[in-house]
């Protein structure tokens, strides 16, 4: 296909055409491996969810405070990541961090 000859308008014509045919396929694919996906766990007598569920952590909930800055309590630290910078000073202090335990 020569596109040179093509004007502004019909290149994105094409474009979008192209797009849509992308998108099409895409969903085309994607539905034909859920029903191979479906039919080898039926094949097996496994449910799809029994397959879908292993391997995979629940999200649970917040993270309990463990740390809390003793001048200013609306600061606080569940002593998981990175730690806050307020954290940081009190041990570059020479301060004991435990002394921060709620």
């Given at each position: ?10 290149l ?81 202090a ?9």
């Open positions: 296909m020569d596109l040179s000859g093509m004007s502004l308008s019909e994105r014509t094409l474009q979008d055409d192209i797009k849509k045919q992308m998108k099409k396929r895409e969903q085309d694919d994607l539905s034909k491996a859920r029903e191979q996906i479906l039919a080898i766990a039926q094949s097996v007598g496994v449910s799809v969810k029994d397959l879908v569920g292993t391997g995979i952590r629940a999200k649970t909930g917040t993270v309990a405070v463990r740390y809390r800055n003793p001048d200013d309590a609306s600061q606080q630290w569940t002593g998981r990541g990175r730690q806050p910078k307020w954290v940081k000073e009190w041990t570059d020479g301060k004991d961090r435990e002394l921060l335990k709620v």
